[in-house]
T-cell receptor, first 112, second 107 residues
Framework: DTAVSQTPKYLVTQMGNDKSIKCEQN?????MYWYKQDSKKFLKIMFS???????INETVPNRFSPKSPDKAHLNLHINSLELGDSAVYFC???????????FGSGTRLTVV | KNEVEQSPQNLTAQEGEFITINCSYS?????LHWLQQHPGGGIVSLFM???GKKKHGRLIATINIQEKHSSLHITASHPRDSAVYIC?????????FGQGTRLTINP
């Protein structure tokens, strides 16, 4: 049973398209996150939700919109994809803001 | 300059060697995390520290809050320890990551 599952694992798409990445956790955690890992393997926070409420929104383009229908799900929708959006996107969860993290396996997005 | 600096950036060692990876940070934190990213890309949380020392198997993590420094040690290293090790500090609500240390253990 996967604790934090992301789909799809790989996503190749053309510039200008709109795509979504889904994330689900079955750990009962209250807080979920989206991180972006660039080509240099540097991880950076994008968004964080606590009990479906947005609590962190870093300086991410408006083309990125997170949606949390319930506290077990945090999806990431990206509009008008650009070449620079190519990266690995990781979903993670923690029991609360101070807890340990569990990461999903990542989604490798390639924009061509 | 990044708020979290790791050293070394790359480390190659022989099987059995004692490994130390260092992490220094410049911000106030509530906790420090050590993560392991496998060659396949998955990220695993190894430790969460707010003081002192923690041990799990052959892995030991220490933190000195006054000096804003943490170390991750691996005893009796093995090729399966080859991975990128990432230090991350929790400030106000979010994690800030170091650039990672790529460890390669040769048989």
């Amino acid at each position: 049973d996967t604790a934090v599952s992301q789909t799809p694992k790989y996503l190749v798409t053309q510039m200008g398209n709109d795509k979504s990445i889904k994330c689900e956790q079955n750990l009962g955690h209250d807080t979920m996150y989206w991180y972006k890992q660039d080509s240099k393997k540097f991880l950076k926070i994008m968004f964080s939700y606590n009990n479906k409420e947005l609590i962190i929104n870093e300086t991410v383009p408006n083309r990125f919109s997170p949606k949390s229908p319930d506290k077990a799900h945090l999806n990431l929708h990206i509009n008008s994809l650009e070449l620079g959006d190519s990266a690995v996107y990781f979903c993670a969860s923690s029991q609360d803001l101070g807890g340990g993290y569990t990461f999903g396996s990542g989604t490798r997005l390639t924009v061509v | 300059k990044n708020e979290v600096e790791q050293s070394p950036q790359n480390l190659t060692a022989q099987e059995g060697e004692f490994i130390t990876i260092n992490c220094s940070y410049s911000v106030g934190i509530s906790a420090l995390h050590w993560l392991q990213q496998h060659p396949g890309g998955g990220i695993v949380s190894l430790f969460m520290l707010s003081s002192g020392k923690k041990k799990h198997g052959r892995l030991i993590a220490t933190i000195n809050i006054q000096e804003k420094h943490s170390s991750l040690h691996i005893t009796a290293s093995h090729p399966r320890d080859s991975a990128v090790y990432i230090c991350a500090v929790r400030g106000a609500q979010k994690l800030v990551f170091g650039q990672g240390t790529r460890l390669t253990i040769n048989p």
